[in-house]
Nanobody, 129 residues
Framework: QVQLVESGGGLVQPGGSLRLSCTAS????????VGWFRQAPGKAREVVSC????????NYVESVKGRFTISRASDKKVVYLEMKNLTPEDTAVYFC??????????????????????WGQGTQVTISS
């Protein structure tokens, strides 16, 4: 299994931007669909975006469409989540993961957790004035 490390979180004001990184500390990510997830206090973890293994497909949940952009680095070891126009509702711990239960195809984002997923430790994103 690939080992994942998230970074780039922090405290920003509403309307601000952050870029999160998901780095494979061992191996590469090019054979995996990768998802970005978030978990706010008292809420269930939710998938917010995914990118297919070929990077041919990207998907977003409605609440982040037009504000978040997922992409892969050319070195095949990093997946980014560029976040703009952040609001307090975006405050959460953000995780990246690979999991056979992550379906990321054209126009289709679906996740069903399996025991074979690899998760990072998460990075805190706080949006507050």
């Amino acid at each position: 299994q690939v080992q994942l490390v998230e970074s780039g979180g922090g405290l920003v004001q509403p309307g601000g931007s952050l870029r999160l990184s998901c780095t494979a500390s061992s191996g590469t990510l090019d054979y995996y669909a990768v998802g970005w997830f978030r978990q706010a206090p008292g809420k269930a973890r939710e998938v917010v975006s995914c990118i297919s293994a070929s990077a041919g497909s990207t998907n977003y949940v409605e609440s982040v469409k037009g504000r978040f952009t997922i992409s892969r680095a050319s070195d095949k070891k990093v997946v980014y989540l560029e976040m703009k126009n952040l609001t307090p509702e975006d405050t959460a711990v953000y995780f990246c993961a690979t999991d056979p239960g992550l379906m990321c195809t054209a126009g289709n984002l679906h996740y069903s957790r399996t025991q074979f997923g690899s998760w990072g430790q998460g990075t805190q994103v706080t949006i507050s004035s």
